[in-house]
Nanobody, 119 residues
Framework: QLQASGGGLVQPGGSLRLSCAAS????????MGWYRQAPGKQRELVAT???????NYADSAKGRLTISRDNAKNTVYLQMNSLKPEDTAVYYC???????????????WGQGTLVTVSS
């Protein structure tokens, strides 16, 4: 239901853009976002964006990572600049959506995409 792409190997200071598209029958998407899990660590929030209001960022992401969404495409993006080795992780996209009018909110996770920052 969520397909993430855009990960890869990048040198420190480089940039990557992650994409995640939601598919299937969708009435509305309330929240989309990105989390990450580094080796040996718990999954942590990177950034989220709601249908209303400003995006929410983890302190580690502020100033370097930018989340955006294209509602017409049911897609969320994460533009990552000035990447550091500590950004190395599997990045998971997330969506909180309704499949039909007045339907229950459902949570979905993408399959994860690996970002490796190394020289």
């Amino acid at each position: 239901q969520l397909q993430a792409s855009g990960g890869g190997l990048v040198q420190p200071g480089g940039s990557l853009r992650l994409s995640c598209a939601a598919s299937g029958s969708i009435f509305s998407i309330d929240v989309m976002g990105w989390y990450r899990q580094a080796p040996g660590k718990q999954r942590e929030l990177v950034a989220t964006t709601a249908s209303r209001g400003s995006p929410n960022y983890a302190d580690s992401a502020k100033g370097r990572l930018t989340i955006s969404r294209d509602n017409a495409k049911n897609t969320v993006y994460l533009q990552m600049n000035s990447l550091k080795p500590e950004d190395t992780a599997v990045y998971y996209c997330y969506a909180d959506l309704r499949r039909y009018f007045r339907g229950a909110r459902e949570n979905y996770w993408g399959q994860g995409t690996l970002v490796t920052v190394s020289s």
